[in-house]
Each structure stands twice: as structure tokens, then as C-alpha cells.
């Protein structure tokens, strides 16, 4: 007996239907993906120092992340990018280690952002604890992540 995952992909309800010579066929993508946004992730990818900025006010929080990353987006890039609408944004900042900028995003308003400023190797381990200390939710996080491990 097949399992119902099996059934379901034999019967295209989720997941993909396999072509009779064993390939995928081309995925649809949703209306959130468009070309011009695919194309721009592949661009900020790629851009370099002359070109960066275009891609750091993108419509897209996909590209906007894609520039956070890219090695050219210098620290007042950066900067602006700290103030994105966006948490995913912050977050791609705050991870940036080779940037002081993500340092300044210890009292974001996404907790998500909050741990990934606090967890910097730049962060003093006395600041790191005073933040802590203060914010229920990192301690919560802390904690959870603790046993986890």
C-alpha cells in the first residue's frame, strides 16, 4: 500500500508531479514572485560597488535582504537598511558581522532581530547579559535555545 504523501504527489494534489522520464516539470511560481523581483535578487547578488544602492531601495524585502548581504553595501547602506519596515531586513543586518551597524539593533521591536544583534561576536559579554536581563523575551529564547542544544 502506497503512503497518502505518495498518493497525493502521484495524484498532483501537492507536492510535484514527475514527468514519465523522471523530471520535474517547471514550477509555477505565486504572484509574490514576480520576474522583475527574481531578476533584482540575481542582480543585488551580483552588484557591485557602482550598483548596490539601486538594490538597497528595492520594493522588495526579498532584494532589500539580497543587498544586506552583498559585500559592497557599505555601513551607511546599512544603516538605512536598519530602518526597514521590514524585520527580515533588520535581521540580514543584524547578522552582518563585518558591519558595526548591526550592533545598534539590540532594542528592535522584532525579538527575532533583537537575537540576532545580541548574538554578535562583537557584542561585550556584559552588554550581551544586561540586555538579557532587561528583555523577558530574549531570556525566554535564551533559555528555550539552551535546551535545545
Known amino acids: 500500500m502506497?503512503?497518502?504523501?505518495?498518493?497525493?504527489v502521484e495524484q498532483g494534489k501537492k507536492g510535484f508531479q514527475?514527468?514519465?522520464d523522471g523530471s520535474i516539470p517547471?514550477?509555477?511560481l505565486g504572484s509574490s514572485f514576480s520576474s522583475e523581483m527574481m531578476n533584482d535578487l540575481l542582480a543585488a547578488s551580483r552588484a557591485g560597488?557602482?550598483?548596490i544602492e539601486r538594490y538597497v531601495r528595492s520594493p522588495f524585502w526579498?532584494?532589500?535582504?539580497e543587498a544586506a548581504m552583498n559585500r559592497h553595501c557599505d555601513d551607511a547602506m546599512l544603516t538605512e537598511?536598519?530602518?526597514d519596515d521590514d524585520?527580515?531586513?533588520?535581521?540580514?543586518?543584524?547578522?552582518?558581522?563585518?558591519?558595526p551597524v548591526g550592533r545598534t539593533l539590540v532594542s528592535d521591536?522584532?525579538?527575532m532581530v533583537r537575537f540576532a544583534a545580541i548574538e554578535r561576536t562583537d557584542i561585550d559579554p556584559s552588554q550581551r547579559a544586561a540586555v538579557l536581563a532587561a528583555d523577558p523575551e530574549m531570556t525566554y529564547i535564551a533559555a528555550r535555545i539552551s535546551r535545545a542544544v
Open 2 to 8: 502506497k503512503s497518502q504523501r505518495h498518493v497525493n
Open 18 to 20: 514527475r514527468k514519465p
Open 26 to 28: 517547471e514550477v509555477e
Open 49 to 51: 560597488a557602482d550598483d
Open 62 to 65: 526579498e532584494v532589500r535582504c
Open 81 to 83: 537598511l536598519a530602518g
Open 87 to 99: 524585520k527580515m531586513v533588520r535581521w540580514t543586518v543584524a547578522s552582518r558581522l563585518d558591519s
Open 109 to 111: 521591536p522584532s525579538v
